[in-house]
């Protein structure tokens, strides 16, 4: 069998203090033991994954893989993976039945590596978050983030807050139980990142 590659990162960003971090496609099956040891923790509870086994989140990753509406990144600093970026289109995701999308929005998910995993320190999170926001709104051309946390999930809420997103309503996000993807209801905190807050024009 061939050495499997990744993909060639689409971002990249140096971080005073933290070095090089780097954006990448996630390779479903290449990535999959990672991303597996990650939402199998009870910290990662409100990411929906716990139980799965490490062939189901390759299978969940694979049919993100076939949409256009989905996307999932990987995150590395220095070649190892830190956090997971996932970006979706809000109007073809479950949120986009619960607050008016707007033209430019762009709805993420964030999970970041266990601190013992990177060398964390002060202000990792927050690193991260501004080259995930970088990318987001300057490489991908976006107005807003959107992002919907778990109510009950107060420090990626207060996380959120801290970088800058405007606390929107808490909504009900309703049920999807579909083929390959089942999410139960969700009641979710909103909250939003307006491209000039962060990068004035």
């Known amino acids: ?7 060639a990162y689409v971002h990249e960003q140096t971080v005073e203090g933290l070095g090089v971090i780097g954006l990448r496609p996630l390779d479903p099956e290449g990535d999959a033991a990672a991303v597996h040891a990650w939402v199998s923790q009870e910290r990662a509870v409100f990411w929906g994954m716990n139980g799965l086994t490490r062939e189901q989140v390759a299978e969940v990753y694979a049919h993100l893989a076939t949409l256009d509406t989905h996307h999932a990144l990987l995150a590395e600093r220095d070649g190892v993976p830190v956090a997971l970026l996932q970006t979706y289109e809000p109007a073809a995701d479950r949120v986009g039945e619960v607050y008016p999308v707007q033209d430019g929005d762009i709805g993420v998910h964030v999970l970041i590596a266990p601190a013992g995993e990177h060398g964390a320190r002060t202000g990792w999170s927050a690193a991260l978050m501004s080259v995930f926001a970088a990318y987001v709104l300057l490489g991908l051309d976006r107005r807003r ?8 999930n107060t420090r990626a809420v207060a996380r959120f807050l801290r970088q800058g997103f405007d606390a929107g309503p808490v909504v009900t996000l309703p049920e999807v139980d579909l083929p390959d993807v089942y999410l139960p209801e969700k009641k979710a905190q909103l909250a939003f990142l307006r491209r000039e807050s962060v990068f004035p024009e």
């Open 145 to 152: 983030v959107v992002v919907d946390p778990d109510v009950r």
């Open 1 to 7: 069998m061939a050495d499997r590659h990744p993909p």
